[in-house]
Nanobody, 122 residues
Framework: QVQLVESGGGLVQDGGSLRLSCAAS????????MGWFRQAPGKEREFVSL????????SYADPVKGRFTISRDNSKNTVYLQMNSLKPEDTAVYYC???????????????WGQGTQVTVSS
């Protein structure tokens, strides 16, 4: 089992920044691809960003490219999502995800965090 706990969400104005953190415990963190997904009200959960177990091959959904940056620190069992130039359409619950596969498909994710709310006001 891997337990994931997100933090860092909150309310921010249009154009602002937030940094999300996801602390992992349990099985070997460094063996998992880590990612961020989000779910807005009335919408399906969608891929945001992904990074390999070694911290390479960062991948981003088109709506966040150039604004969000994913990183991880395997010594701290933590993955981060730096979000800059936030827009109202980024408002959602953001979920941390761990997978043994490098995948953007929600059905293939092995572990989820409980989510953290990000609200961007216009």
């Amino acid at each position: 089992q891997v337990q994931l706990v997100e933090s860092g969400g909150g309310l921010v104005q249009d154009g602002g920044s937030l940094r999300l953190s996801c602390a992992a415990s349990g099985r070997t963190f460094s063996g998992y691809t880590m990612g961020w997904f989000r779910q807005a009200p009335g919408k399906e959960r969608e891929f945001v960003s992904l990074i390999t177990s070694a911290g390479t091959l960062p991948s981003y959904a088109d709506p966040v490219k150039g604004r969000f940056t994913i990183s991880r620190d395997n010594s701290k069992n933590t993955v981060y999502l730096q979000m800059n130039s936030l827009k109202p359409e980024d408002t959602a619950v953001y979920y941390c995800a761990a997978s043994r596969k490098y995948t953007t498909i929600t059905a293939l994710i092995d572990y989820w965090g409980q989510g953290t709310q990000v609200t961007v006001s216009s």
